[in-house]
């Protein structure tokens, strides 16, 4: 489970964990989340080509829960992948993304749906596709920083 999506995107979403329908596909974000993702993405107006998709955990963690050590554990092989595919920003999805990445930033629902400079590539956090599963609220919540992302988006000389 390594990556999907383009050889050079300028946007590289980077997800907390395989799920199991990643573990049996081998690829990242093709689960429930996944489709919310990728309609997220052809919202935006964005194509395959344009992004990348990864996860800091580069297997499906025991219980499926997210471990800080094994973060710390995949965090070159990440570092590495970021190099490589050289993206403009990049957009953790999730509370433990964004502190893989970022272990000062604020609490993911202070951080998301705003651009956290200083760094580059940038970061603009999201919360979780699977958060806008869980309630009315959270489905709002992503909807609106998918708006603000996408409001970024169109003043980037892409």
């Known amino acids: 489970m390594v990556y999907r999506g ?3 995107p300028r946007l590289v979403f980077v997800g907390e ?4 329908e990643e573990d049996r596909q081998g690829r990242p974000f093709v689960g429930r989340s996944g489709r919310i993702l990728d309609a997220a993405i052809a919202d935006l107006g964005l194509e395959e080509a344009d992004v990348g998709i990864l996860n800091v955990l580069k297997c499906r963690p025991p219980q499926n829960r997210f471990d800080p050590a094994a973060a710390r554990t995949c965090r070159p092989y990440l570092d590495r992948q970021l190099e490589l595919l ?3 920003v990049v957009i953790p999805l999730g509370a433990s993304a964004l502190k893989a990445l ?5 609490p993911v629902l202070r951080a998301a749906g705003t651009l956290r ?3 580059e590539p940038p970061l603009f956090p999201l919360v979780h596709p699977a958060a806008s599963l869980r309630s009315a609220r959270l489905r709002a919540r992503w909807q609106a920083d998918l708006a603000a992302l996408s409001a970024w988006l169109r003043t980037r000389p892409f």
């Open 17 to 20: 964990a395989p799920g199991a």
């Open 102 to 106: 970022d272990p000062a930033s604020p």
């Open 117 to 119: 400079g200083g760094r």
């Open 6 to 8: 383009g050889i050079a």
């Open 86 to 88: 050289r993206p403009r």
